[in-house]
């Protein structure tokens, strides 16, 4: 079965440092992969997507994530966290119409 | 292009009422979903459908119904609201297997 797991359930970093948001997935076969980032009370949005080819793929906002299927991972992340970077991040495997998405990390940005 | 749409923002429900939560897309989009968004468990899929006509349970389908007699629109219909059924619910679209799901703003619904 699908499933996707995000350790860290909340992540506070001071604004200009790095940020690495992990994920671990376990799918039958060739994953599609996506980061979607939530606002409070918004919609989701997406930030990045893999597919196929280079594992390390760039995304929105700055934002990137690598592939290793060796791990079983899609970590995303950030050089330097802005104060606008506060929000909530999953991790979604599958395609289609049918996702299946982790618990979700709760990001804090300190000044 | 508005995207994907939902209606209504909120509702608030008494056990035991009925309701349909709108969804729509002007995408053309063939698959559509809906997910339920409960704290701590992420999002979770109720049904979906790959085209007109074509519709199939996810994760969580029991209590819900749906329906897709057009492209564009997927309503999802409680057919006797439960106070576990309290939770915001997202309408998402795309294009294929292979591409990124499209996310509607989402409803918030209360059912006491």
């Known amino acids: 079965a699908q499933s996707v797991t995000q350790p860290d359930i909340h992540i506070t970093v001071s604004e200009g440092a790095s940020l690495e948001l992990r994920c671990n997935y376990s799918?039958?076969?060739?994953?599609?992969l996506f980061w979607y980032v939530q606002s409070p009370g918004q919609g989701l949005q997406l930030l990045l997507k893999?597919?196929?080819?280079?594992?390390l793929v760039q995304g929105i906002k700055g934002f990137e994530a690598e592939f290793k299927r060796s791990q079983s991972s899609f970590n995303l992340r950030k050089p330097s966290v802005h104060w606008s970077d506060a929000a909530e991040y999953f991790c979604?495997?599958?395609?289609?119409?049918?996702?299946?998405f982790g618990a979700g990390t709760i990001l804090r940005v300190k000044s | 292009n508005a995207g994907v749409t939902q209606t209504p923002k909120f509702q608030v429900l008494k056990t035991g009422q009925s309701m349909t939560l709108q969804c729509a897309q002007d995408?053309?989009?063939?698959?559509m979903s809906w997910y339920r968004q409960d704290p701590g468990m992420g999002l979770r899929l109720i049904h979906y459908?790959?085209?007109?006509?074509?519709?199939d349970q996810g994760e969580v389908p029991n209590g819900y119904n749906v329906s897709r007699s057009t492209t564009e629109d997927f309503p999802l219909r409680l057919l006797s609201a439960a106070p576990s059924q309290t939770s915001v619910y997202f309408c998402?679209?795309?294009?294929?297997?292979?591409?990124?799901?499209?996310f509607g703003p989402g409803t918030r619904l209360t059912v006491t």
């Open positions: 998402a679209s795309s294009y294929s297997r292979g591409h990124e799901q499209y």
């Open positions: 799918y039958g076969a060739t994953p599609y």
């Open positions: 893999y597919f196929s080819g280079d594992t």
């Open positions: 979604a495997v599958g395609g289609g119409n049918k996702l299946v």
């Open positions: 995408m053309n989009h063939e698959y």
């Open positions: 459908s790959v085209g007109a006509g074509i519709t």
